[in-house]
Each structure stands twice: as structure tokens, then as C-alpha cells.
T-cell receptor, first 109, second 114 residues
């Protein structure tokens, strides 16, 4: 089983739609979880950390389910500028952060 | 402004040549990392360093070498032993490698073979 798994997409959604990404992780000892955004040919940038109680930042909501070992990212009212690849990132206990391969989102006018 | 600076932005390597990618940070971070990203693929860890004068191999260290003589600097050398070096190379840093802090990235170096 891969350490961090994501649906590669692409997810093609119209502007204004709500879209959700899921990510599963294999290391039950993981303590830190993040979502990054990567634009085409650019470096990844931190979108938000994921806390146990779930957290929200504007149109973005992140949730963690430790029992099932998955995290999710919900984007409401999608904008064209949300088009990017979204990377799920998990700390590996005794190893550095582990990055998923990413889910590509295209928001269409 | 604090950040991570990678140079050059684009680099071309001839057959049999070693090339060195620069990474400098002024964030006072202890831990630094090098990743490789191939088109349409995820990030793969090459090397990381938790502290000055110490570094560990990542998942794909063969054909690469690093040094960490200063806290701010973590250069990566792509040696001639790396037969397929064409990729996007990303340097990152955070406060501690095994802790709970997110990593911050430089804007990358694109390496191609001539």
C-alpha cells in the first residue's frame, strides 16, 4: 500500500461548483497533515494545515478522520483561479513529510 | 523578505558532467530537503539534512550528492552517475525534519540534458 494515496483526477468542474478531494495514508502514527497547492510548472505552496477537529479557511474546509486514515479537502464556490494540482501531505513519524502525487482540478467557465 | 532561493532557474548538463544546484534559505530553519519532480509525477525525496554537517539519503539518492556546511545552504550535485537527470528540482526547508511543521519551497531549478 502506498504511503499517501490520492485520486489523480482530473476533476473538471464548472465555476461555482463544490468539489471534494480525499486522501488516504498508511502510517497510523502520522501526526501532521497538510494540503498544498501546486500550479503548473511552479513550486508547491502550503494551502492549509489539517487539524483533528477540522478547520476552515474561507471557501476551503479540511477534515481528518484518524480511524479511517483519510483526510479531505472541500472547495466551495470554485473559482477559475482554483485550477491547480492539490497535494496531500502527511508526516511519516520517523521520516520527513510524505507527499501524495496530487489531484488535478480544472475549473471551467 | 525571508525565503528560499534556488539558482539557477534553468540548467543544462552535458554528458559526463557534474552540475551543482544552489539552495539558500534565510528562514533560520534547521532542516532542508531536495526533491525531484518528473512531469505529471509527485515529489520524490533525494536527500535531507536535519542539522549542519549532517544529511540522510532519501528515496532516490543514487547519482546525487549534497553538503551542509552552513545552516543557510544545502547545495545538490547531480553527478554523471545520474543517467536520467532531466527533471524539476525543488529545495525545501522547515524548522525540524521529524516534527509537525510544513515545508516551504524554493521556486525550483529545471535541469535538462544537452
Amino acid at each position: 500500500r502506498k504511503e499517501v494515496e490520492q485520486d489523480p483526477g482530473p476533476f473538471n468542474v464548472p465555476e461555482g461548483a463544490t468539489v471534494a478531494f480525499n486522501c488516504t495514508y498508511s502510517n497510523s502514527a502520522s501526526q501532521s497533515f497538510f494540503w498544498y497547492r501546486q500550479d503548473c510548472r511552479k513550486e508547491p505552496k502550503l494551502l492549509m494545515s489539517v487539524y483533528s477537529s477540522g478547520n476552515e479557511d474561507g471557501r476551503f474546509t479540511a477534515q481528518l478522520n484518524r480511524a479511517s486514515q483519510y483526510i479531505s479537502l472541500l472547495i466551495r464556490d470554485s473559482k477559475l483561479s482554483d485550477s491547480a494540482t492539490y497535494l496531500c501531505v502527511v508526516n511519516g513519524g520517523n521520516t520527513p513529510l510524505v507527499f501524495g502525487k496530487g489531484t488535478r482540478l480544472s475549473v471551467i467557465a | 523578505d525571508g525565503g528560499i532561493t534556488q539558482s539557477p532557474k534553468y540548467l543544462f548538463r552535458k554528458e559526463g558532467q557534474n552540475v551543482t544546484l544552489s539552495c539558500e534559505q534565510n528562514l533560520n530553519h534547521d532542516a532542508m530537503y531536495w526533491y525531484r519532480q518528473d512531469p505529471g509525477q509527485g515529489l520524490r525525496l533525494i536527500y535531507y539534512s536535519q542539522i549542519v554537517n549532517d544529511f540522510q539519503k532519501g528515496d532516490i539518492a543514487e547519482g546525487y550528492s549534497v553538503s551542509r556546511e552552513k545552516k543557510e545552504s544545502f547545495p545538490l550535485t547531480v553527478t554523471s552517475a545520474q543517467k536520467n537527470p532531466t527533471a524539476f528540482y525543488l529545495c525545501a526547508s522547515n524548522g525540524q525534519s521529524l516534527g509537525n511543521q510544513p515545508q516551504h519551497f524554493g521556486d525550483g531549478t529545471r535541469l535538462s540534458i544537452l
